[in-house]
């Protein structure tokens, strides 16, 4: 398997410009969710997702922020327009079920900067 | 509201030092509590879990036991090594629903040769 795939892994941007993000889930996970790392406030659960249904987005810091998911193999996460604040480590996750024998598996994260 | 309390880092030890990094929760009802570690470059990793009070998650030589009493799933090792330096983070699921993960802020472990 080859686990969450996130891409890209770095991304440099101007203040305005527009950014998406990609997540491709491990094969068959019904949940996948977008975190936000930075050292201030440390990891965010941003949004979630259940068979491709959003469910929670009330960690989405502001209108800039949307996510989608128009199939099960595939979500983005876009910042328009983006600002330097929004510079932050961003996970995708995701797990086969919500119960505790599920673990969830993390991507290995996109590197946004903002300047 | 459910929260994670970790100690704060870096924490440098010498190889095959003992580890212990502490955790306390507060949360409400019996939640599930995790350990997760991040290596350089990478996304988070499960390294071991208890559903239940006073059970004992173990993976590579790491240990917690779920303390219902003190609140608290204090992360131990007996003898560290250089390629166990990464951030660790402690974690708890209240409730059934997925968005109950909480994660508490991290501790990076630096492990001197």
């Keep these: ?115 | 509201g459910n929260s994670v309390t970790q100690m704060e880092g870096p924490v440098t030890l010498s190889e095959e030092a003992f580890l212990t990094i502490n955790c306390t929760y507060t949360a409400t009802g019996y939640p599930s509590l995790f350990w997760y570690v991040q290596y350089p470059g990478e996304g988070l990793q499960l390294l071991l879990k208890a559903t239940k009070a006073d059970d004992k998650g173990s993976n590579k030589g790491f240990e917690a036991t779920y303390r219902k009493e003190t609140t608290s799933f204090h992360l131990e090792k007996g003898s560290v090594q250089v390629s166990d330096s990464a951030v660790y983070f402690c974690a708890l699921k209240a409730g059934g629903g997925a968005d109950g993960l909480t994660f508490g802020k991290g501790t990076h472990l630096i492990i001197q040769p």
């Design chain 1, 1 to 115: 398997d080859a686990g969450v795939i996130q891409s890209p892994r770095h991304e440099v941007t101007e203040m305005g410009q527009e950014v998406t993000l990609r997540c491709k889930p491990i094969s068959g996970h019904d949940y996948l969710f977008w975190y936000r790392q930075t050292m201030m406030r440390g990891l965010e659960l941003l949004i979630y997702f259940n068979n491709n249904v959003p469910i929670d987005d009330s960690g989405m810091p502001e209108d800039r922020f949307s996510a989608k998911m128009p199939n099960a193999s595939f979500s983005t996460l876009k910042i328009q327009p983006s600002e330097p604040r929004d510079s932050a480590v961003y996970f995708c996750a995701s797990s086969l079920s919500s119960g505790n024998n599920s673990p969830l598996h993390f991507g290995n994260g996109t590197r946004l900067t903002v300047t």
